[in-house]
């Protein structure tokens, strides 16, 4: 992965074998080895990508990152243990549990039955099945099980989070020289997400005018400004910066919503010229 090569093959390496030690030292039981590369292992059948977990540790004092990356293992072990209780799970079971997720294409290149549709270049809506602590996300098996199309799993999950969301508060903070914005970070994981939403959509169109812009660099934050916001630059230079540096990043894009929908903007208008 590029974001990977970036940071140097050699650091992503260390890190992955002292995972590799964590792992062999606390799950003996399980079959754990160096994935297809450096920012990358598997357990078991699961190829478990290292890049945001190695994100979030550069950020903690040394002395906590073995806690940090412990964690992270045990929520890897339960979400394969949790993985493999939903394959058993009826469409009356797992309906109300789905979610939409935005994730980078690449990230399930090593699990090509994973359900998703594409939303963007290079980043996918993606389906989980989220029992709070623990996710797993949909298989092209589920659809035989289930019996329903994709388009239903899609609609199901966006209209779950479209409820959750209904309550979610939009503060609209106004701009040093003109315009606004708001920010999403309840930190549920679905901040990013939300851009999937119609009708949050328009609840960002209703507050910041028509059109509205929006960043999404990492799936725990969302901003939105109006297109007359005197901080246009900035924001989207403070999108770049995030996708380069936050756990879980998402994309760099700058997307666009009017009443027609959402969209990556243009080269034109990501520089703050609008039409």
């Keep these: 992965m590029k974001r990977l090569s970036e940071r140097g093959p050699g650091g992503m390496r260390t890190f992955r074998d002292h995972v590799l030690e964590l792992m ?26 290292l890049e945001n977990i190695y994100s979030t ?21 339960e ?7 939903d394959r058993d799970l009826s469409w009356a079971e797992a309906k109300d549990l789905l979610r939409p997720r935005l994730t980078p294409s690449q990230y399930f290149d090593p699990a090509p039955d994973v359900l998703r549709r594409p939303f963007a270049p290079g980043v996918v809506v993606a389906y989980a ?8 996300f949909s298989q092209g098996s589920d659809l035989e099980r289930w019996k329903v199309e994709l388009q239903r799993v899609h609609d199901t999950a966006v209209g779950n ?38 009708r949050f959509r328009a609840r960002l169109l209703a507050v910041l005018s028509v059109p509205v812009f929006v960043g999404i660099p990492n799936r725990d934050f969302l901003v939105a400004w109006s297109a007359d916001s005197a901080q246009f630059a900035n924001h ?40």
């Design 24 to 49: 062999h030292r606390e799950y003996a039981e399980l079959s754990a080895k160096p994935g297809l590369d450096d920012g990358s292992i598997s357990v078991g059948e699961w190829t478990v990508n």
């Design 129 to 136: 099945i989220d029992h709070e602590r623990e996710v797993s």
């Design 57 to 77: 540790v550069r950020l903690v004092a040394a002395k906590d990152r073995d806690a940090q990356i412990l964690d992270f293992l045990s929520r890897i072990v």
């Design 79 to 85: 979400s394969q243990q949790q993985s493999f209780a």
């Design 236 to 275: 989207v230079a403070q999108v770049v910066k995030d996708f380069g540096e936050q756990p879980y990043p998402i994309t760099d894009t700058i997307f666009r919503i009017d009443h027609s929908g959402v969209r990556p903007s243009t080269a034109t208008e990501r520089g703050g010229v609008v039409r």
């Design 161 to 198: 989070l479209e409820t959750l969301s209904e309550e979610l508060e939009l503060e609209v903070i106004q701009a040093r020289g003109g315009g606004a914005f708001a920010v999403i970070d309840t930190n549920d994981s679905y901040d990013a997400a939300r851009l999937v939403l119609p």
